[in-house]
Every structure is written in C-alpha cells, then in structure tokens.
C-alpha cells in the first residue's frame, strides 16, 4: 500500500485589483498535480524556481492551504480533516527546511531546538528529553558535547544535520527534504546527502527530495517528477528521466548538468547544441495554445510524459 498519494492537487494564489481589491485573477502555484509515493523509496521533485515544487511540499506538511484535490497518508484524506484530527497525523510527517540559517531560533540551545516538536507531541521528563536529544544528535553524527551550544557556533553542513535531528525527533515515516544542500559548499552537500541516505536506511524512511539540481537528485532519487508550472511535464525512474528524457523541457534540463570529465566534453557540448535546436523548432508541440502543459500519457510501464 502506498504511504502517500496526491490526486489532482491544486493551490490557487488570488490576484486582486481595484478599488475594493476584487479578485481579478488567480496565480496557479499547483495545477492538478498527482502523485503516488511508495514506503522506503526517495521521490524527487525537480523544476526550476516558480515551478511548484516547493508549494507541494508545504501543502502536504499543512504549511499551504490547498484549494482543492486530495492528500492521503496511509490512508486517510488529510484533506478532509479539522487541523486538530490532521496534527496527529502530522507527527508523520516532518520538513527539512532549505536555509539551515533561518530554519533554527539564534536564541535557542540544540537542546530547546530539537526538543521542541518533541514537547509539542509528548509528556516525557526532562531527563527523559536530554536523552532523546542526545540520542538525535549521534544518530546526525554530532557529538553529545554540542547539546547547550547556540546556532551561530555551528557551520551550514552541521547546522542542516541539526534540522535532519529535529526532524527526526518524533520518529517520523515521511520526511520532505526541500532544497536541504543548496545553500551549503560543495563538499558539504555530499556529506550531508551521504549521511540522509544512510538514516533513510538505518530507520526506513520514505523521502521527498525538492531540488532544482538534477546532478543532486539522481544520487538521492528512486522516481523524479519534473514540475512546469505548477504541473508534471515527465515522470519515471531515475534510469528513464536520465537516459530517455522525452519532453523537451526535461532534455534542457539533462542537458545543463556539467560533466567533469574531460573526456565526456565534447559529447556533453553536441548534445546541449542538438537540444537548443530542437527547443526552436519544436516548442508548440509540447505545450497548448495557452501554453500550458498537457496530461502526463504513459511512454512504458514507469515512464510517463506530457504529451498532446
């Protein structure tokens, strides 16, 4: 049984003018996005800044409201229930924020920090508390030393492990990552995403990765959705976005990952050519009149694009 499914997710932004600020028209975030996400697998959402990807996420976390659709977990339409039946269930779920800086209270310690949710949800003592905190901590691979220490002591990478440990804090099922190595150097980033590979198995997690780096998502994902415009242009197995991509919005993004090796350059720099040719010649066919995107239509068994 799957352990989240979207179907047909809309978030509406309203657009108002005039005098009495009347709804003129509305910004389509989401429009029509359907998704199903199986237990233990990492699910990639990827599109560009303003493709939606980042507003799915906070709409299944309850961080958006939803204009219409539905949000299942493990079962229950989310969607349907008062905020205080849905809290429950959002213990399942919890958010690894992008901006490890902004994300953390400077005026708190690693202590209040990651026991926060746990103070919301549960009645421990506080004994009780600074052990799950500190059990957090070495399972981030931070030493239980840093416990009364304050957010600017730390670096990006150690600050993120910090939010992966709050996260973690009420043994959560599903945890949506959005963006969580951007805003960290390189060498950081593999760290970090090495280590979330290693608790998604150590404590069979299931994650929603929201990136706009490709490179990024092809190390962490099992299926990528690629978003325009609030919509999926193409779905699939890592495999089928990365060696077969189909719409033509994802062949510019596959196109625009850098290869660091010398010898894949000239390969690499023919293809970028061919995309860019094609995207003149043949943009009208992957979009409608108002340019919007079509519905998704299957291409094999776990590839889908869409297509007209």
Known sequence: MSILTINNLKVHYPIRGGLFRRKIDVVRAVDGLSLELQRGETYGLVGES???KSTTGRSIIGLEEITEGEITF????LSELRYRDRKEYYKDIQMVFQDPYSSL?????VKDLIAEPIRNFENR???EELKRVQELLEIVGLSPE????YPHEFSGGQKQR????RALALNPKLIIADEPVSALDVSVQAQVLNFMKKIQKDLNLTFIFISHDLGVVRHMCDRIGIMYNGRFVEEGTAEDVYENPQHIYTKRLV???PDIDP?????????RRQVKEEYKETEHNYFDENGSVFDLKPVTDTHYVALP
């Not at 010898?263 to 293809?271: C, G």
């Open 162 to 165: 910090l939010g992966v440990a």
């Open 255 to 257: 196109a625009a990952i």
């Open 105 to 109: 209270n400077p005026k708190k310690r």
């Open 263 to 271: 010898e894949n350059r000239k390969e690499q720099a023919a293809f």
């Open 125 to 127: 003592s506080k004994e």
């Open 74 to 77: 493990e079962g229950q339409n």
């Open 50 to 52: 303003g493709s939606g």
């Open 146 to 149: 840093v416990t009364y220490k």
